[in-house]
């Protein structure tokens, strides 16, 4: 059985500092997703992570992932009140094209002024 | 307008009542997805079709049933209604060329 873990589940956290969470999961996968999910609203896609060394970076937000330790990060830098919200990970069960997402349980960020 | 669309944005109904998520998407894309969101499990997988007519399990299948007749609309059905199914429930699609999933904005049951 796939299992997606997060650590933190909670994260508080001054303007201005570097964070990162974790998402580890246990089966292999080529495809991992990281969303963002504010109170009451849909989740919004953050980054599409294709492949083992894959980086990509937006903003303050840069996210990774390691296939062979099957792990993915998201780098938080110099972190603003905007960028709280909940941060979900996600993994792609589905071989080929069939997709299927087994989630994190999620990371809540409080980004204190 | 372009993009996916769930109904009802709430629906409060009792125990045991049959009650019908809708979703309707405008791309034509060949997969969609029904997810729960509870607190503490992230989302789960109710079902998923990868087809018009083509339906398959996700990893929390019991109690609810989807059709698929046309591409466009892939709704979800509780046959009849427990407490433990309230929950936000997600439609999803997605773009096989770039392999990125579109929720919709999601319905909050409320099972009393």
């Known amino acids: 059985e796939l299992k997606v873990e997060q650590n933190p589940l909670f994260l508080s956290m001054q303007e201005g500092k570097n964070y990162t969470i974790y998402c580890n999961y246990s089966?292999?996968?080529?495809?991992l997703y990281w969303y963002r999910q504010d109170p009451g609203k849909s989740l919004e896609s953050l980054f599409v992570?294709?492949?083992?060394?894959a980086v990509k970076q937006e903003g303050r937000l840069m996210a990774s992932l390691d296939t062979k330790a099957r792990l993915s990060t998201l780098h938080i830098t110099a972190a603003v009140h905007d960028l709280s919200a909940t941060y979900f990970c996600?993994?792609?069960?589905?071989?080929?094209?069939?997709?299927?997402?087994?989630f994190g349980q999620g990371t809540t960020l409080q980004v204190k002024p | 307008d372009a993009g996916i669309t769930q109904s009802p944005r709430y629906k409060i109904t009792e125990t045991g009542r049959q009650v019908t998520l809708m979703c309707h998407q405008t791309?034509?894309?060949?997969?969609m997805f029904w997810y729960r969101q509870d607190l503490g499990h992230g989302l789960r997988l109710i079902y998923y079709?990868?087809?018009?007519?083509?339906?398959d399990k996700g990893e929390v299948p019991d109690g609810y049933v989807v059709s698929r007749s046309k591409t466009e609309n892939f709704p979800l059905t509780l046959e009849s209604a427990t407490r433990s199914q309230t929950s936000v429930y997600f439609c999803?699609?997605?773009?096989?060329?770039?392999?990125?999933?579109?929720f919709g904005s999601g319905t909050r049951l409320t099972v009393v």
């Open positions: 996600a993994v792609d069960t589905g071989s080929g094209n069939t997709g299927k997402l087994i």
């Open positions: 089966t292999t996968s080529d495809r």
């Open positions: 992570l294709l492949s083992n060394g």
């Open positions: 791309w034509s894309h060949s997969y």
């Open positions: 999803a699609t997605l773009t096989q060329a770039t392999y990125g999933y579109t």
């Open positions: 079709s990868a087809a018009a007519d083509i339906t």
